[in-house]
């Protein structure tokens, strides 16, 4: 079963990063294909395991500042900024639909 | 001293005696580096903040005043922590240029120790490789390459192609890491192990690489790939220097919540003489499709050496090994996708110069700044975590996860103390074959053996054991008990005696430090 354009549009969207040729699709046909694989196992009765560290109490520590006050240093490293702002773009405006769009999917 | 020598036996002794100086030292290693520049291990080399650092060390030798075992020992730094100051690129176009602002964890203890920082390793891009050979600044040569050993057996095609088409990787992701302590530029390096990454450039390259139970080692300030399964890896010369390094960097750290708060004690490893006591573990699935008959025979004599020195050696049983690269798939692909969120452009990093909305911002950086490995695993990632297939893909990895893990639980708790595996399934392969192979497939082909570690977040160490028919090194792994380093840096160490890996012979090393080939000494100094 190969994936749809629709949901190959919706990961696009989602993730933020595009397939760029059919090589970048086919690679994801591939790798489904390579973890349908799963199905052969059988998990009948198992928990899923989130983190070999599950039998242990995560460390919390008191809700005390030890540190900060480094706005400087952050800022060093964005492009643009304003004052002790990172400036982005507008927002609130969606990406343009697909046969807006360049991408390698408006031809399929 | 010789730069062969192990910290603990030797270069400390001789950095307290006054034979020879962190500056001394410093400066070799930095001669090296140019002069093997061609291995491309480096991505970044710190001159002038290593000579100074080396000066503030000598400093305190002077003054009777050494900070420990490793004041003014030159160690690299993979490219994927955090150094304050100091580029951090990852090897991707999106952080070419990212100044870290702060140190990583185990950066700021090795720098407290007074460790010369030298530079920063050159790695797969974002540590997803098994090659080192996808990062924007090319690929890392394995220095046995260039060693009188490989040269001798390869046959020469013709003179002049011979060297340049005829390289070998270092394996990956960490391969600036192992060809940089390979060939005597640092005493040690970091690397990172969230499939294999340190073990296999380790295994080819001929250097111990030590994977620590996951929880053992900070990862703050190592940018995150799995976060249930990166660590910090460790790269030396020999298993005693594992210790040290060890030594300096385990134990909690309040910065990364995973790290477990149990007190952990430095140790110096014991000189086992006795193995009768020992039960090791020889998993019968490990004997994987493509393991070549070479591994295979070191494997079964080295399974023959415990026994004959009177330990106890079973073949044991992990049944879902051949799924842990799917699951492994899975999970990775699906915490890469979240982990490469936070790289959007606004706040650092690369930034494109599409102003329409901040999605295509986003959208236009992480096309301009990823390769595509990286954009092939937060797409497939993205997949596995739509919520028409969450339960299918991603939490049934997850449960799968739990079975592999039991496995493990299984066997040592019958009785067996250390499993011994092969770590690659062959020797290192010439540059030109291996990248015929995509990305996913050889990442899915090597890291069949060192994986599965990683899912139940035990502590696994390659140790080189012996020269292939092409000259190349091979390792074998033994994976131990979580939280049990000790036991199983002790049980490698009585290996590497025993096995008595020989030295790399390079042109290079030899010009700079006369004294190193005056004794046909093996790798392992204790």
Known sequence: QKV??????HLEHLALVDFRDLEGVERLQKAIQFADQLQEVSTDGVEPMDSVLEDRCLYL???DVTEGNCTKELLENAREKVEEYFVAPPGNIPLPKLEERETFLQGS | AALNDGLRSQVSAALKEGRVTPTE???RCLALIKSTKFLNAYITVVEESALKQAEESEER????????????????????F??????????SNMLKGYISPYNATVVQKLLDQGAVLLGKTNL????MGSGSTDGVFGPVRNPWSYSKQYKEKSVPKSHSEDEESNWVITGGS???????VSSFTCFAALGSDTGGSTRNPAAHCGVVGLKPTYGLISRHGLIPLVNSMDVPGILTRCVDDAAVLLGSLAGHDPKDSTTIQDDFKPFELPNLTDVSKLSIGIPKEYHAPGLSSEILALWSKAADLFKNAGAKVVEVSLPHTRYSIVCYHVLCTAEVASNMARFDGLEYGH???MKDSTESMYAATRREGFNDVVRGRILSGNYFLLKQNYEKYFVKAQKVRRLIANDFVKVFRSGVDILLTPTTLSDAAPYTEFIQEDNRTRSAQDDILTQAANMAGLPAINVPTALSERGLPVGLQFIGRSFQEKQLLTVAKWFEKQVQFPMIQLEEVKRHDSDVFQHQKSASFS
């Open chain 1, 4 to 9: 749809s354009v629709e949901v190959l549009e």
């Open chain 1, 61 to 63: 520590r008191e809700d």
């Open chain 2, 25 to 27: 030292l410093c400066q």
């Open chain 2, 61 to 80: 030798y002077k003054r009777g005043q050494p900070l420990g075992i490793l004041d003014g020992i030159p160690i690299a730094v993979k490219d994927n």
């Open chain 2, 82 to 91: 955090n150094t304050a100051g100091i580029e951090t690129t990852c090897a």
């Open chain 2, 124 to 127: 797969d891009e974002f540590a």
């Open chain 2, 174 to 180: 960490s391969g600036g890491s192992a060809a940089a």
């Open chain 2, 351 to 353: 930034r494109s110069g």
